[in-house]
């Protein structure tokens, strides 16, 4: 398993769950001093993002791109795949397609977080389960076809009425044979819905992605009270060599968060 932290570059997402948000340049070199073997980007949109510039950093740093956000495409542009309107949902497939050729880029995986969307007053689930499962094929087609996978991660119950839960989504994934799309587990999600952490993560095995690395108040994992262990011995039973990436409050601080990071990654996983 590696390690990975976040970063974002997006304003209006302050408040949000990521480490670092003094640009690209100050986030490679904080996961570099930290030891990370990653970072996880999280962009206004594709086109923010200077592939020559990024490469630059991964190859001066030594580090990987472990995963590209899409969720500005909400926060910041109000795009969704389950919207009542054609045309939204059709710019949120367009803004979501670019990210994956953006992140294929760095051989990183796009996830779908907040742009999946939710069942909208006024929509039959049916009709969103379709216009989700559509959008999903597509993008992990255009992921394939640039040799990398596409994340779907399941969210709380206060972010989508779509899939809270592991194993619902693994289930919706292979009931429309959607096999080149992962599952991102976020542990504070998970800490929401579950009843067991570990177990679940058993369960999903292979159709396993991405971890989002979160303690239970979505601080550093070690400043909650989620049981580290167990998990990680999950993920090693069902042989998961991934990212353990830290998408976190900056609390105390940035740095603290990341050391904190760094401190349980070495200690669960020594
Ligand atoms: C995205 O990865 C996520 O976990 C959502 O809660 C949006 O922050
Ligand atoms: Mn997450």
Do not use: C
């Not at 969103?128 to 709380?156: I, Q, R």
């Amino acid at each position: 398993m590696k390690s990975a932290i976040t970063v974002s570059l997006v304003p209006e997402a302050m408040g949000g769950p990521f480490v670092f948000w003094n640009g690209l340049e100050n986030a490679f070199q904080q996961a570099a001093a930290q030891g990370f073997d990653a970072v996880e980007i999280f962009p206004p949109e594709a086109s923010a993002l200077d592939d020559t510039q990024i490469m630059a950093f991964m190859e001066h740093h030594q580090l990987a791109v472990a995963a590209v956000g899409t969720g500005a495409g909400w926060v910041k542009h109000r795009l969704h795949l389950t919207h009542p309107e054609a045309s939204v949902r059709s710019q949120a497939k367009n803004f979501i397609s670019e990210v994956i050729l953006k992140a294929a880029q760095f051989r990183a995986p796009a996830i779908l977080g907040s742009m999946q969307g939710r069942v909208e007053p006024g929509v039959e689930r049916a009709q969103a389960l379709d216009w989700l499962g559509e959008a999903l094929s597509e993008a992990g087609a255009l992921a394939a076809s640039n040799g990398t996978v596409f994340l779907y991660e399941p969210l709380n119950r206060y972010e989508t009425n779509l899939f809270n839960r592991q194993l619902d989504a693994a289930d919706f994934l292979q009931e429309r044979g959607l096999s080149t799309v992962k599952v991102l587990a976020d542990l504070f999600h998970m800490n929401i819905e579950e009843q067991d952490l570990a177990a679940t993560l058993r369960a999903l095995g292979g159709m396993l992605g991405h971890v989002h690395f979160a303690d239970s108040n979505r601080r550093a994992m070690g400043f909650g009270h989620t049981q580290g262990a167990p998990i990680i011995e999950a993920l090693r039973s069902v042989r998961y060599s991934g990212y353990l990436s830290a998408e976190i409050l900056p609390l105390p601080d940035s740095l603290t968060a990341a050391r904190q990071t760094m401190e349980s990654f070495r200690s669960l996983l020594a």
